[in-house]
């Protein structure tokens, strides 16, 4: 199973709510990773985690907020966010950053989000 | 961050071979070239990836130069399904960064 999967699809949110962002995978990837992309766009890296602890943070404002419960879970939460913070939020997950071998990432779905 | 440099985009005839460049010149010894497609906005797809030696699998194949700055991505009889945005992306560590460079929108044409 090479699945990563990202609740929800789709999320509309205001300039004043708090939500959050969900992803997990099941193939035992130790280093997980928050993206962002912009319409027409490549990808932005946000974050990185490896071993559960946050490892890269690119500089990326505090009102989005990353949080890695388990080596399978990981959430972004969000708040206070502005229009111009609708974009396409992309999760992925690879093996142990640190070991040898293949270190391909698996990217979910995304999640639509749009701050009205 | 971008350290890749793809032409924006290419057509192809169908059932053709597709061939991708990408400039990757100041590449370091001991990071990785990775090839990824993205279709209507869904999530990145991977497609191969290489360090200095060629490289085949089910999909593609990878040209990487002897002196490492520059890679070919082939897709030896492009498809329809094959129409994506493919990035060429290099590897950095310590936490296995992707940094994604602007892409290839390839078309391929009936």
């Known amino acids: 199973d090479t699945e990563v999967t990202q609740t929800p699809k789709h999320l509309v949110m205001g300039m004043t709510n708090k939500k959050s962002l969900k992803c997990e995978q099941h193939?035992?990837?130790?280093?997980m990773y928050w993206y962002k992309q912009k319409a027409k766009k490549p990808p932005e890296l946000m974050f990185v985690?490896?071993?559960?602890?946050?490892?890269i943070n690119e500089s990326v404002p505090s009102r989005f907020s990353p949080e890695c419960p388990n080596s399978s879970l990981l959430n972004l939460h969000l708040h206070a966010l502005q229009p111009e913070d609708s974009a396409l939020y992309l999760c992925?997950?690879?093996?142990?950053?640190?070991?040898?071998?293949?270190?391909?990432?698996?990217f979910g779905p995304g999640t639509r989000l749009t701050v009205t | 961050d971008a350290k890749t440099t793809q032409p924006t985009s290419m057509d192809c005839a169908e059932g053709r071979a597709a061939n991708l460049p990408c400039n990757h010149s100041?590449?370091?010894?001991?990071?990785?070239v990775y090839w990824y497609r993205q279709i209507h906005s869904q999530g990145p797809q991977y497609i191969i990836h290489?360090?200095?030696n060629n490289e085949t699998n089910e999909m593609a194949s990878l040209i990487i130069t002897e002196d490492r700055k520059s890679s070919t991505l082939i897709l030896p009889h492009a498809t329809l399904r094959d129409t994506a945005v493919y990035y060429c992306?290099?590897?950095?560590?310590?936490?296995?960064?992707?940094?994604f460079g602007t892409g290839t929108s390839l078309t391929v044409i009936p």
């Open positions: 100041t590449i370091s010894g001991n990071e990785y």
């Open positions: 290489g360090l200095k």
């Open positions: 985690y490896s071993y559960e602890k946050l490892s």
């Open positions: 193939m035992g990837h130790r280093a």
């Open positions: 992306i290099v590897r950095v560590g310590p936490g296995n960064q992707f940094y």
């Open positions: 992925a997950s690879s093996q142990d950053p640190v070991s040898q071998g293949t270190h391909e990432q698996y």
